[in-house]
């Protein structure tokens, strides 16, 4: 399988990592842990919605910080919408 995702030693303050690995196509990634272990802050730097130290990337691209990036049968869902890439409404919690 080719490699869609990359992470190298990403870390977000003491709460995540830091963290190495790699997500290939086809794969399908799960992230289990007790609330507050940074689960929703990996999948939002995955996403390339934040920025810390270390780097992630897609496919040998790193992303920039407040682009959006296009990609194909991908879905992140937030539970706070101030951070979700387009809210629906803003009083959604």
């Given amino acids: 399988m080719s490699q869609l995702m990359q992470l190298k030693d990403v870390a977000e ?9 790699e997500v ?3 794969e ?5 842990g007790p609330n507050g ?7 939002a730097r995955m996403a390339g919605l934040t920025s810390g130290e270390g780097a992630s990337g897609l496919a040998e691209r790193r992303w920039r910080h407040g682009r959006r ?3 194909p049968n991908t879905a ?6 101030k ?4 809210p629906c409404r803003s009083g959604i919690t």
């Fill in 24 to 26: 290939s196509a086809g």
């Fill in 76 to 81: 992140l869902i937030l539970r706070n919408s």
């Fill in 37 to 43: 272990a940074g689960k929703s802050t990996l999948l």
């Fill in 28 to 32: 399908i990634l799960h992230l289990v």
């Fill in 13 to 21: 303050s003491t709460r995540l990592g830091p963290l190495s690995g």
């Fill in 83 to 86: 951070i979700a890439v387009r």
């Fill in 69 to 71: 990036q296009r990609l």
